[in-house]
């Protein structure tokens, strides 16, 4: 079993930046592909952005590119998402997610196995 617990969540204004992470306990998860997806209040989670295990290869949804950069730390078993420039579109809970195959990048929550408890992220305008 897998644990996932996320932070860095927060207040912000138009504008701003925020970084959250997300450390996995439990196994190691340097081999999988990581995710970060986002659910706002009445709406279906959504893909943000991922990048693939061992490498360093992210993939983003478009409304965050430019934006927004994933990375990881395999070494502490952590993921990494650096918001910038946030717009209260971007308000919701965020959060991370092990994808359960190898070598494998996809949008799909389903996809994923282990899930943090999330963490919100406020923008105000």
């Known amino acids: 079993q897998v644990q996932m617990v996320e932070s860095g969540g927060g207040l912000v204004q138009a504008g701003g930046s925020l970084r959250l992470s997300c450390a996995a306990s439990g196994r190691t998860v340097s081999v999988y592909t990581m995710g970060w997806f986002r659910q706002a209040p009445g709406k279906e989670r959504e893909f943000v952005a991922a990048?693939?295990?061992?490498?360093?290869?992210?993939y983003y949804q478009d409304f965050v590119k430019g934006r927004f950069t994933i990375s990881r730390d395999n070494a502490k078993n952590t993921v990494f998402l650096q918001m910038t420039s946030l717009k209260p579109e971007d308000t919701a809970v965020y959060y991370c997610a092990v994808h359960r195959r190898l070598l494998t990048l996809t949008t799909k929550p389903d996809d994923y196995e282990y899930w943090g408890q999330g963490t919100q992220v406020t923008v105000s305008s």
């Open positions: 990048i693939w295990g061992r490498g360093s290869t992210p």
